[in-house]
């Protein structure tokens, strides 16, 4: 037996310990981080790569494991420079809706994508998971509401 551990392990791994900080997974036991893990797709995205356009049809969120990519709008320009450990589109695990904003790599990035559909054939089987996911998410949610609201 081999003392060796492979790369797709380590990789596994580290994007586990990235997924413990993301606030839209707040409160999953060890296990169901494998569990969303394997409901996600890896993705890379290059230097200048856009990510997806404003108005573009939201199937999936988009999980930032390593560089960094820029949020713009259209007539404001750059609104956020998104870093490891952050998502965008977690709006689309609620509801099918055109994105509101324009995405794209400011340098090489690696990322999970968790398609919406497969999010949900999941959680059929996994009901804590999609109860514990959508209750974060609802929060994430509500928090921008009242922060949009504040700034008026």
Excluded: W
């Excluded at 939201?58 to 820029?70: D, T």
């Amino acid at each position: 037996m081999s003392g060796r551990v492979s790369e797709k392990v380590i990789a596994r791994a580290k994007a586990v310990q990235i997924l413990k900080k993301i606030p839209c997974f707040n409160g999953l036991l060890e296990d169901e981080y494998f569990k969303v893990l394997g409901m996600c797709t890896s993705a890379a995205a290059r230097d200048g790569d856009v990510l997806f356009k404003q108005g573009d049809p939201g199937k999936s969120m988009f999980i930032l494991l390593s560089g960094e990519m820029q949020i713009k709008v259209d007539g404001v320009g750059v609104v956020h420079t998104m870093r490891a450990g952050e998502v965008v589109g977690e709006i689309s695990l609620v509801k099918h809706v055109k994105r509101t904003a324009t995405v794209m790599a400011a340098q090489d990035c690696v990322l999970l994508q968790l398609y919406a559909e497969i999010f949900h054939e999941v959680i059929k089987k996994q009901p804590r998971i999609g109860y514990v996911i959508m209750r974060n998410v609802a929060r994430i949610l509500a928090d921008r509401l009242v922060q949009t609201n504040k700034s008026r």
